[in-house]
């Protein structure tokens, strides 16, 4: 296997972006990506496009062909694959396109996500972001998304004695780095008072707890790392991967507080980059609800199981704490487009270990971490973003 | 929903019919074709059970955003139900106020309308939870 | 012996007093509700109906014997809201309680008397040896329209009879039925709410044939009002009951037992079974029983019922009492009313 690297990053504005549609963001960030990688679009061998739902949320599906075609690279009759797995659909889609590379199948990959989530209304977005629960045995009887990750956060709550208080500090750390990023959703910050009395959605869960709805995509191209110097003056190498899964039903997991698939993925990405959880200097996490933060930087292990809400609160997860935590905003701030996430996750950290991230930007970041999962967390997955100099 | 998807759960919605694996015991629901533990052992013997209609709350929920069809009961509680039988499951728990219902309160199934298909369509019947009252 | 091996009622737990029905339509609900002699209606929650009800009815009267509910050869539902128009309710609650396949089953449409009809259905078949069981329910959500009389006692609740021969706890001596065609009371297809002859339900329709049937059934049998520790009438409201009672030579304490209108309201083809399992809630060994059951259309269903020994080893505390449904309520405003009720018009998705 080879090493891999990073060599462009590209994404469009979150948001809603009413004007564009689907075809047209999936080509913007693939287009600034290119451009970014200093490369020729003849180079590329295949494409992966990580989405969740443009079947449903479009009614388009064969999106790998659509978004190849309008690239301008259909007479090349390149390899196209679309990748599903809910929220998780951009990080799987690097993770396969991160297989191709390292085996020597392909040199040159791009990799994109993308979500058009606007061109419904609310109602019809949020049953897609339910059926990435079970729906037989979950959202038919009434379970939405959020009341999901409620019932967990209620329980993380009896368990460790997490407050709602810390759950609204993510949310306002979270507002507090998307009002510097230019790209975000949301440019507003937040206090905690105003996260604790915005009207319950499902409790403890509250308006302010939750990420929004956006559209958006991002993408990155990917070389083999012995190439990677030619094309660009800081690579980012992709150090560690890991990918697993979980019972797709929250009530069957071992421990509803505990993201086994996020433990599985990220202790193969920490064995396989050679490293300790200690050594990450910031991190990405699918911050979908404050909750999620939360457990996740518990399961990633940057904090101890349990104290993922104290350390938050303490600040240990802003800019001079232990370990920063979504400079980007993350989904709360930055925006979802489900499909998407995953791979802005990594354009971020990529910005950052260049040291382009600007007002935003963590000092000394030279490892970064990113989980992206779908549904409640039955599927996970973890790179490890290293800067070498 | 399509007709069939419901009509063929009926079993397991109405009267809780999971599986238990007749290699390790252990008690499933919803039914499983195949034991996460027993893997190939299992094959042909995950038998039918019917699981006991009791539990206690895992976790609750009070939803003021509702799932479609469900904007009529908003608020209601949603659980995850630890059953006496081992598996959890989800539900909704009613005939109560939310301040009734704690982490690890007793639960019993009851029978009631999960949905409907619009005005004309098929009604959809099956579990959902109460709380367990001292009678008098 | 025919008769009774088990039993067992439902009422959902909400509550609406006259008074606050009657405010909403500008007069004093609470004298209204005094002259009908009704304290409170039940009213079903928003994932209730007739089905619902029946299989809650019907588990309860399961949970008190342990008999295979496969051995149950047939299932009558009687109702007038069934939730189908057409597609039974007696088939869900067959699979409900796992008395499928090898059953008849069928809903049941006499106004109030529907479910009754039921219990002479099974009674017939038990008796022919055709069945070893039959199961006959009467469970209504029944509806008044908003601002008529029948809002202030329409109400919703169910029971269900488990008729067969075997530990019988309570026999059925005889039964007797008055039927006549008289238009006091009905819905026309494709109606939400029923419609009614007013005053004309009293006499020609309710009395004509609650104590026609009560008086021929008496006779049959030989017996006069003073043979029966109970008795229960149908009881569209508090009063009429106790008036019928009363010209038939009946005392008070007779009907007390069985008239839960005044706390629940009317719960049509329940009403005279949910009197009937709050009757037998607390008879002992030997209590005689007269039920009269009233459907508008018009017709009674006189049932002569005495209590056998095998009550005293049947499990009644295996499911809740009528006493713990009329204890075990909450009273709703007429806006969360409306909104039980399905009345609030929302936004389509």
């Known amino acids: ?389 | ?136 | 012996m025919v008769g009774i091996v088990s039993y067992g009622g439902y009422v959902p737990r909400y509550r609406i007093t006259p008074a606050e029905i009657g405010a909403v339509w500008g007069i004093d609900g609470k004298s209204y509700g005094e002259s009908l002699g009704v304290k409170a209606k039940s009213v079903p929650g928003a994932d209730e109906d007739t089905i619902t009800i029946a299989v809650a009815a019907a588990r309860n009267a399961l949970k008190r014997v342990s008999i295979n509910p496969k051995d149950i050869g047939a299932i009558y539902c009687g109702s007038e809201s069934h939730p189908y128009a057409v597609k039974p309710t007696a088939t869900v609650v067959a699979e409900a309680i796992g008395a499928t396949p090898d059953l008849t089953a069928a809903d049941y449409e006499f106004a109030c008397k529907a479910g009754t009809a039921g219990i002479q259905t099974c009674m017939g078949l038990v008796k022919s040896g055709m069945i070893k069981y039959g199961l006959a329910i009467g469970s209504d959500t029944s509806q008044g329209a908003p601002g008529d009389p029948l809002e202030y006692t329409a109400s919703a609740g169910g029971a269900a009879l488990l008729i067969g021969n075997e530990k019988v706890v309570a026999e059925i001596n005889r039964t007797y039925s008055f039927t006549t065609d008289t238009p006091d009371f009905w819905r026309r297809e494709g109606q939400m709410y029923p419609s009614h002859g007013g005053r004309f339900t009293g006499e020609p329709a309710y009395f004509r044939h609650v104590l026609t049937c009560a008086k021929k059934l008496m006779e049959m049998q030989g017996t006069k009002p003073e043979d029966y520790q109970y008795a229960i009438f149908h009881q569209p409201n508090g009063r009429f009951p106790r008036r019928a009672g009363k010209m038939l030579g009946f005392k008070d304490e007779q009907i007390n037992q069985g008239l839960l209108t005044p706390y629940i309201g009317n719960t049509y083809s329940g009403a005279v079974m949910l009197g009937l399992c709050s009757v037998l809630d607390v008879a002992k060994p030997g209590d005689r029983i007269l039920a009269v059951a009233f459907g508008s259309g018009a017709g009674s269903d006189g049932f002569d019922i005495t209590v056998t020994d095998e009550i005293q080893n049947f499990k009644r505390e295996n499911a809740p009492l009528i006493r713990h449904y009329i204890e075990n309520a909450v009273e709703v405003n007429y806006a969360i009313y409306t909104k039980l009720k399905h009345q609030i018009i929302l936004r389509e998705e």
């Open chain 1, 1 to 389: 296997m080879r090493d891999v690297a990073i060599i462009g990053i590209g994404m469009t504005k979150f948001g809603e972006l009413w004007e564009k549609s689907f075809r047209e963001i999936g080509i913007e960030a693939g287009l600034r990506a290119i451009e970014d990688a200093k490369i020729s679009g003849d180079l590329l061998d295949a494409l992966y496009v990580g989405n969740m739902s443009a079947g449903k949320l479009i009614e388009q599906e064969h999106v790998s062909s659509l978004i190849l075609d309008y690239s301008g690279y259909s007479s090349k009759h390149l390899p196209a694959v679309r990748v599903e797995a809910a929220s998780a659909s951009g990080g799987v889609a690097l993770y396969e396109a991160y297989l191709a590379v390292a085996s020597g199948m392909y040199d040159f990959v791009m990799v994109g996500g993308a979500e058009k989530m606007t061109d419904v209304g609310d109602a019809e977005a949020n049953r897609e972001l339910c059926s990435t629960a079970d729906n037989e045995w979950e959202s038919i009887f009434g379970a939405t998304y959020a009341s999901l990750f409620a019932m967990l956060a209620r329980r993380h709550m009896y368990e460790y004695g997490t407050t709602e208080e810390q759950m609204a500090h993510v949310a306002v750390k979270n507002h507090k780095f998307a009002s510097k990023n230019p790209v975000a959703h949301f440019k507003n910050t937040l206090t905690v008072e105003q996260v604790l009395t915005s009207s319950p959605v499902a409790t403890p869960i509250k308006t302010l707890d939750c990420a929004p709805v956006s559209d958006g995509a991002a993408a990155v191209v990917l070389c083999p790392w012995d190439h990677a110097r030619k094309f660009c003056d800081t690579p980012i190498k992709i150090a560690g991967v890991g990918l697993a899964t979980d019972t797709i039903a929250l009530h069957s997991r071992r421990d509803i507080c505990t993201m086994d698939a996020v433990v599985r993925a990220s202790s193969k990405a920490y064995h396989m980059a050679r490293i300790g959880p200690k050594e990450v200097n910031l991190a990405e996490v699918h911050d979908c609800y404050t909750i999620a933060e939360i457990v996740e930087i518990e399961d990633l292990r940057l904090v101890k199981k349990g104290e993922g809400g104290k350390a938050t609160a303490e600040g240990q997860t802003d800019i001079g704490g232990k370990v920063v935590v979504n400079p980007s905003g993350g989904l709360k701030g930055r925006g979802q487009p489900p499909g998407a996430v995953g791979i802005a996750q990594v354009v971020e950290i990529v910005q950052q270990l260049r040291g382009e991230a600007k007002e935003r930007q963590v000092p000394g970041a030279n490892v970064g971490i990113t989980l992206n999962i779908g549904g409640t967390g039955a599927t996970a997955f973890v790179s490890i973003l290293k800067r070498e100099n």
């Open chain 2, 1 to 136: 929903m399509q007709i069939p998807r419901f009509w063929r759960q009926i079993p397991n919605r109405y009267n809780l019919i999971g599986v238990q694996c007749e290699n390790c015991k252990k008690v499933y629901f919803p039914p499983r074709i195949v034991c996460p533990d027993c893997h190939r052992l299992s094959i042909g013997k995950m038998k039918q059970y019917k699981l006991s209609d009791k539990g206690v709350v895992h976790s609750y929920t009070v939803i003021y955003e509702p799932a479609e069809g469900f904007e009529n009961q908003v608020p209601y509680i949603m659980a995850i139900i630890q059953l006496e039988d081992g598996p959890r499951i989800t539900a909704q728990i009613v005939d109560c106020n939310p301040e009734e219902v704690k982490i690890g309160s007793r639960v019993e199934m009851v029978f009631r309308r999960l949905g409907e298909d619009g005005k004309a369509g098929i009604i959809y019947y099956g579990y959902k939870f109460a709380l367990v009252k001292t009678q008098t």
